[in-house]
């Protein structure tokens, strides 16, 4: 087992349930409907991923292999660069500041993080011997 990439993962889910309290009672009333479902998407995938860690770092102990390692990378950075850059774009969205709206741009390669992470775990358990 990975107890990094599970530290990770328990510390990211605790922190999705935080946001997302935080997006049902803090900032609902004082944000537009289509920027709470922006921090709402954030939110969502931080916490699939945070299973992803938790899966992954179970995962390690059965497929000790450099694909699984860096898959447990790519979910957290892909959790920073996506889940991260929606917080922020929220953020100044929120106190109608546009001049970030940049930041959107960050988004897609987290969820191309996302992404070979899951195809590495796939390339893990194909090539498991």
Do not use: C
């Not at 899966?55 to 447990?72: C, E, H, N, P, R």
């Not at 929120?94 to 590495?120: R, S």
């Amino acid at each position: 087992m990975h107890k990094g990439f599970l530290s990770a993962g328990i510390v990211s889910a605790g922190l999705s349930v935080i946001l997302g309290a935080f997006a049902a009672h803090g900032i609902k009333s004082k944000v537009t409907a289509d920027v709470l479902a922006i921090f709402e998407t954030g939110v969502r995938y931080q916490m699939y991923h945070a299973f992803a860690l938790l899966f992954t770092a179970i995962m390690f102990q059965y497929f000790d292999s450099k694909q699984v390692l860096w898959a447990g990378y790519l979910f957290i950075i892909g959790i920073v660069l996506f889940s991260g850059s929606l917080y922020l774009l929220t953020y100044f969205k929120g106190v109608g500041n546009n001049a970030f709206n940049w930041l959107g741009a960050i988004t897609p390669f987290g969820g191309t993080a996302f992404i070979a992470g899951w195809v590495l775990l796939l390339v893990a358990v194909i090539t498991k011997k």
